[in-house]
């Protein structure tokens, strides 16, 4: 049958209207087409696809639908769902659960994990234990462990040790490791370069970073300037920097 141009765009135009129904009903009921898709890929993919899609969904703020996309990478052995799906468990309150997954983790040597079981272990007062973790981690690179170890080591009178793994902290951004950096710095006398690294750590928010630049700036007699820095780090908890402007204050400055 030979189709007149009548038909056929009356074919058209009810195959465009099926399709703009379809799309409609899938932005009502808030599972777009590219959810969709994304979410059929993922069960159909490899672990990491799945994993991908719990971070996805970390970001939009379905911890639910995120824990349950975790949870079946983690059962096929991916280290990083494992440490993602343990976060969670620990945030709901499920510390025997989140331990087990991230042991499994840690096992394969994913440093996230590894710090995560180290700081488990210190909480449980298992110090020794919590180092050693600490230490895998560290030797992979990763910054929160390198800071953590450092103290450990600083704490057992080998500074020069924990120094080094705050400067390879510091040197990766990591806050922390740069406000401990300058603490060390500035306890040697190198007061050029405390300042440095206590500034960095201020700039990117560290309430200790903050009250130690402030602090810095105040001897320096730049009163304006430490006085914003110390407030900044007050408003974030710090008593150190409250004290310091409670002095201030009293000092009427």
Not at 14 to 22: A, H, R
Not at 135 to 159: C, I, T
Request: charged residues 20%; proline residues 2%; hydrophobic residues 40%.
């Amino acid at each position: 049958m030979k189709l007149n141009k009548k038909n056929l765009f009356f074919r058209i135009f009810t195959l465009l209207s099926f399709i703009f129904i379809g799309i409609a009903h899938s932005y009502i009921t808030g599972d777009t087409a590219i959810t969709k898709l994304y979410k059929h890929a993922s069960e159909q993919t490899s672990p990491a696809t799945q994993n991908d899609q719990g971070m996805r969904l970390i970001k939009s703020g379905d911890i639910t639908g995120a824990k349950a996309w975790y949870l079946r990478a983690a059962q096929q052995g991916l280290p990083e769902a494992q440490n993602n799906l343990g976060t969670i468990l620990l945030r709901e309150g499920q510390l025997a659960e989140a331990q087990e997954w991230y042991n499994k983790s840690a096992a394969q040597g994913f440093p996230a994990a590894e710090f995560n079981v180290g700081l488990l272990l210190e909480k449980d007062g298992k110090l020794a234990e919590a180092q050693e973790w600490y230490s895998k981690a560290a030797v992979q690179g990763f910054p929160e462990a390198q800071v953590n170890l450092g103290y450990f080591l600083k704490a057992e009178g080998k500074l020069a040790e924990a120094q080094e793994l705050f400067k390879k902290a510091a040197n990766q951004g990591f806050p922390a490791g740069q406000n401990s950096l300058g603490t060390m710095l500035l306890q040697e006398g190198q007061l050029v370069e405390a300042k440095e690294w206590f500034k960095k750590a201020a700039m990117q928010g560290l309430p200790e970073g903050q009250n130690n630049f402030g602090t810095m700036l105040l001897q320096e007699g730049q009163l304006v300037e430490a006085k914003e820095w110390l407030k900044k780090a007050a408003s974030q908890g710090s008593s150190d920097a409250q004290k310091n402007l409670d002095l201030l204050q009293t000092e009427g400055k």
